[in-house]
């Protein structure tokens, strides 16, 4: 069956590596922060100012003042630092983020990636976002593969605003785990119990399927 969004963390959660710095975006990325792998450490950063984020807090460890960039309540780490969010940016714009995992609308087969404005609705900003995928050379995308109305978020071009250019290197949608290479979506990784036509129905851009296809493993 199809990866729900906690199953799309904890398979992303396994890209990360021993001492990587980490920006976790809005959305489905934030639940990466509970599947860190055990035996590792990895530093994730917010950009409103926090580097050493910990886990989604249990009840009664839930502080208001303490929040990501989602607004959402989070813990801290030992030794966790707390700043100014000029100071996160100028950590994400010097390249110091090692990996980066990002909620998307829209991804292209080219790398291209539109996460940021629906035309028509109002929005708070851009966020963090450009500043992100201009910045950070590892960088994957979470999200479902198909929006609301059905629609295929895997495009040969995005239609909506861009974010950015030719950027993503990865994307796990509930359907499987898609390397992005050569200017087409290569299916590495399927969702248990999920066939080959039902992703070919839901992908627009250029698939190309792994010779040695695999099973995503949680």
Not at 29 to 36: D, F, M, R, S
Not at 45 to 56: A, C, H, K, T, V
Not at 84 to 95: L, P
Not at 106 to 124: L, Q
Request: hydrophobic share 45%; aromatic share 6%; net charge negative.
């Amino acid at each position: 069956m199809a990866l729900d969004k906690f199953g799309i963390a904890k398979r992303i959660a396994k890209e990360l590596k021993d001492g990587y710095y980490v920006n976790l975006g809005i959305g489905i990325p934030t639940l990466v922060a509970n599947y860190i792998p055990a035996g590792i450490e990895v530093i994730l950063q917010s950009e409103n100012g926090l580097l050493g984020m910990g886990p989604f807090p249990v009840e009664a460890e839930i502080d208001a003042d303490l929040i990501n960039a989602g607004k959402q309540t989070v813990t801290t780490i030992k030794g966790a630092s707390l700043f100014s969010s000029s100071d996160s940016f100028a950590m994400i714009r010097g390249g110091h983020m090692d990996f980066t995992v990002l909620g998307a609308m829209e991804v292209a087969e080219n790398g291209d990636i539109a996460n940021w404005k629906i035309p028509g609705k109002m929005v708070k900003g851009m966020g963090g976002a450009m500043d992100l995928v201009a910045s950070t050379k590892n960088i994957i995308v979470a999200m479902m593969q198909t929006n609301p109305k059905g629609e295929s978020k895997l495009l040969q071009a995005c239609t909506l605003p861009i974010t950015g250019k030719a950027c993503i290197n990865r994307v796990v949608t509930d359907l499987g785990f898609y390397e992005i290479k050569d200017g087409a979506f290569h299916l590495l990784e399927i969702a248990p119990d999920v066939t080959i036509e039902e992703v070919q129905a839901k992908t627009l851009g250029k698939l190309v399927i792994a010779k040695n296809l695999k099973v995503i493993e949680l």
